[in-house]
């Protein structure tokens, strides 16, 4: 760690100033575009994918102080404004009519893990409440974190007073899920999972990069298209008038519907989200405007480029050196419930013969939320999966602080 000698030699923790917009904004930048390089150059880099190689130089960086874990750019700029833009122009790919067949059940496989997800936290919670105090709280908004996103881990944080052990159970929850989303993507390549389950999206892939005879995959399914300067202007156009259509009607509806009892709480959770109907909204261009859709190009590179800005900055809040020195406990907490509805995933998609990289997605959407499974689709080529996804995961924003209340209230009984 660095941050002593930067504290007595710049006054600060880390060598880039939260403050110091630009700089951190050119280094995100130059890493998304180092990432993409890599996975289109080398075979190794493309087997993880670009994607996780962003968010581990994003881990790199912040655990060696080189850059803040928070800042303006961050919270607000990619959270608030790369994220949203980005997931309309990735769903446009996504016609509903042609991929239902293939990944109706991904809710099914979703549910199985949210169940593994509350399985995980009664058994952790089992092995260690009696060496972390307050531990029924962690408990809740861990398994509202890891069914439905951040949203409601911040929910469930308000529900239970759980103290300071709030910020170490961040870090926690950040550094596991960045650390899983690189074993899925292992696990996705693994010769042992590969002859147990089918994987027909993977397959797919492959033999479209073999049949471009590019250096990788990564390289193949990116290869060079014509896009003019009217594709960019529509993409970001289309993009911006789907968010701001989404946030109009999510605010709407959620000023409309009361936020009283278990039942109405419910929907107006799920109907004032404007992830609900940014993915709503962009499915249904997707399917029922597929011909104006088809004029567009340049949609998915873009979207994709958003989302990887996006990974970066998830891996950015993951300090190891905090977890360690204050609740080294706390890591082993997340690590079993992830453990185990890894289990429920895995074991759950054989016995109901599911795809691959439909086990591998839905857990992610368990663990990261819509938008990082929606990015491992994309960044492994896997683009018919990305609107079930996206679904599947923002239906866990619903359910999420539900679970998390029932888990807290019942161990904490």
Known sequence: MLTNLFQSALGRSTLIAPEDTWSLLALLLASVAL????EQRYVWASKIS??????????????????????TLYDNIIWNYAVPLGIPLLLLQCNMHRIWKETGRMLVIFLIGSAGTVAGAFIAYTLLHSYIPGLEGVAAMMTGSYIGGGVNFAALAQEFDVGEIKAAA????N???????????????MGFFRRRYSHPHIDRVEKEGESQEARTQAAAYWSRKDISL??????????????????????????????????????????????????TVSMACATWGEHQVEKLSGSQEIGTYLIY???????????????????????VFTAIMVAVNMLFCFVGGKLLHFDLEDIILASNANIGGPTTAAGMAISQGWSALVGPVM????????????????VGGLLGA
């Not at 550094?175 to 390549?189: D, N, P």
């Not at 701001?244 to 419910?266: E, F, N, Q, R, Y």
């Not at 996006?310 to 300090?319: D, E, K």
């Open 50 to 71: 670009g994607a996780i190689i962003a968010l581990l130089i994003a881990l790199t960086a912040s655990n060696l102080g080189i850059i803040p874990t928070s800042c």
């Open 170 to 173: 961040t870090v926690a929850d």
């Open 309 to 331: 800005l996006f990974l970066f900055v998830i891996g950015v809040p993951a300090s190891i050196a905090e977890i360690l020195h204050k609740t080294p406990l706390l890591l």
């Open 391 to 406: 679904l599947v995961g923002t239906f866990g924003y619903v359910i999420g602080t539900y679970l998390g209340i029932l």
């Open 230 to 279: 009217k594709d960019i202007a529509m993409n970001f156009a289309y993009a911006g008038a789907v968010v701001w259509a989404a946030k109009l009607v999510a605010g709407a509806l959620s000023a409309l519907i009361p936020d009283t009892g278990v039942a109405l709480h419910m929907l107006n959770t799920f109907f004032g989200s404007e992830y609900v109907w940014i993915t």
């Open 35 to 38: 990432a993409i390089y890599l």
């Open 175 to 189: 550094l596991l899920m960045a650390l899983y989303f690189f074993a899925l993507i292992v696990i996705a390549g």
